[in-house]
């Protein structure tokens, strides 16, 4: 299991890159004794059956490896706080992955450097478009590379420049809330 939740929503996040989805939306709310995340994607999705499945550490559809722990790795972080996870998808469609911890439980690992998991993402997967809302108590800031394309025209996300003024603009949403 990864140390951090950020690490989590980090390889969620990377399932939907592998499932060939063009925009990931990662929402994380911090209130009220609870931390929420969720992770929305328009990839390939999955059939009930594999929804079934999905939790079940020795199903995967990669082909690399016979395991897949992902989903059952935050399903297990969330439980263990006394939280909840639920994951909803369709085929052709996308998926929705949602982790509730208990922040207050002993057993709820920290948040992480969510600022620097999303620059990871982003940076990483030039060509894909993120959302990113963080909402602390009634204070939110929202991150949305469609913004920041429509800026920079041609550009790219993964140029040195934009990669330090993305960098900035996290670690800034990070200071405001």
Do not use: W
């Amino acid at each position: 299991m990864f140390p951090e939740i950020s690490l989590h929503i980090l390889d969620i996040a990377q399932n939907a890159v592998r499932a060939g989805a063009s925009r990931i939306e990662i929402r994380v709310t911090e209130r009220a004794g609870e931390l929420t995340a969720v992770i929305r994607d328009n990839g390939c999705g999955m059939t009930p059956g594999q929804c079934a499945r999905a939790a079940d550490p020795f199903v995967t559809s990669r082909t690399e490896r016979r395991v897949g722990l992902g989903i059952p790795f935050i399903k297990l972080a969330a439980e263990l706080t006394g939280g909840r996870f639920s994951l909803e998808s369709a085929a052709g469609r996308g998926t929705a992955v949602t982790a509730v911890f208990r922040t207050g439980h002993i057993d709820c690992m920290p948040l992480g450097d969510l600022s620097g998991t999303v620059f990871a993402l982003v940076t990483a997967n030039p060509g894909l478009d993120f959302l990113f809302v963080h909402t602390v108590g009634e204070r939110s800031e929202t991150m949305d590379t469609r913004a920041f394309r429509a800026v920079l025209g041609d550009v790219g996300l993964d140029t040195p420049d934009v990669k330090r003024y993305i960098r900035e603009y996290l670690d800034e949403m990070n200071r405001e809330l």
